[in-house]
Nanobody, 124 residues
Framework: QAQLVESGGGLVQAGGSLRLSCAASGRTFSTYAMGWFRQAPGKEREFVAAISWSGRSTYYVDFVKDRFTISREYGKNTVYLQMNSLKAEDTAVYYC?????????????????WGQGTQVTVSS
């Protein structure tokens, strides 16, 4: 059974950094685009970043550009989200997801597999 498990969340002060990991198991996701989404309390889930199956393309939502970096490590079947210069408004549950096919999809409906989420809390 395919499974995505996020880790690396926690409490950090504004301006700090965290690296989230998403470990895939049950199947290889090397031919899947991978994405990160987040959901803050009382808000809808929103797209954060995506990386293509080849790793050659990435896409970021404007409010994380130049602060977050998505990457993947095929040998470990793992995707990362390096988050720097964190702000209080980055506080949310962060989810990773996998989508079959090409490109760097931003719509949550395109993603087939989802992790359970990891909490990121940024104190101001």
């Amino acid at each position: 059974q395919a499974q995505l498990v996020e880790s690396g969340g926690g409490l950090v002060q504004a301006g700090g950094s965290l690296r989230l990991s998403c470990a895939a198991s049950g199947r290889t996701f090397s031919t899947y685009a991978m994405g990160w989404f987040r959901q803050a309390p009382g808000k809808e889930r929103e797209f954060v970043a995506a990386i293509s199956w080849s790793g050659r393309s990435t896409y970021y939502v404007d409010f994380v550009k130049d602060r977050f970096t998505i990457s993947r490590e095929y040998g470990k079947n793992t995707v990362y989200l390096q988050m720097n210069s964190l702000k209080a408004e980055d506080t949310a549950v962060y989810y990773c997801a996998a989508a079959a096919g090409e490109g760097v999809p931003q719509l949550s409906s395109v993603y087939r597999y989802w992790g359970q989420g990891t909490q990121v809390t940024v104190s101001s």
